[in-house]
């Protein structure tokens, strides 16, 4: 079964956590930070390694995305942010720079 194979978050990071993504990450500060360290990343520390896309069952605007994430230095994690409307567009801008 590939990672596409699977429809939940939840399936998603299992799978992640299993192939060593076991990092959260937060976005602050025009930068990314593993949760519970205080080194932040600049978009050229960052590689944007796959992202999944979540719709909510019953609403729609319910969306997000799964980022698996490797950093410069070899830490490995995910960040889940929303898409559309709601998505935090200075997050998506770094994405996009970082991919």
Same mark, same amino acid.
């Given at each position: 079964?590939?990672?596409?194979?699977?429809?939940?978050? &939840?399936?998603?990071?299992?799978?992640?956590?299993? $192939? %060593?993504?076991? #990092?959260?990450?937060?976005?602050?500060?025009?930068?990314?930070?593993? &949760?519970?360290?205080?080194?932040? =990343?600049? &978009?050229?520390?960052?590689?944007?390694? #796959?992202?999944?896309?979540?719709?909510? $069952?019953?609403?729609? !605007?319910?969306? !997000? *995305? +799964? =980022? @698996?994430?490797?950093?410069?230095?070899?830490?490995? %994690?995910?960040? *889940? #942010? !929303?898409?559309?409307?709601? @998505?935090?567009? $200075? +997050?998506?801008?770094? *994405?996009? @720079?970082?991919?």
């Amino acid at each position: 079964m590939s990672k596409h194979d699977l429809h939940t978050v &939840v399936e998603v990071l299992d799978k992640l956590k299993k $192939e %060593g993504f076991k #990092d959260d990450f937060e976005f602050s500060n025009h930068s990314l930070k593993r &949760v519970g360290h205080s080194k932040p =990343y600049k &978009v050229s520390e960052v590689e944007v390694v #796959d992202e999944f896309r979540f719709e909510g $069952e019953t609403n729609p !605007s319910d969306s !997000s *995305i +799964l =980022y @698996a994430l490797k950093t410069e230095d070899g830490n490995k %994690g995910t960040l *889940i #942010d !929303s898409y559309g409307p709601q @998505a935090n567009m $200075e +997050l998506q801008n770094f *994405i996009r @720079a970082a991919s």
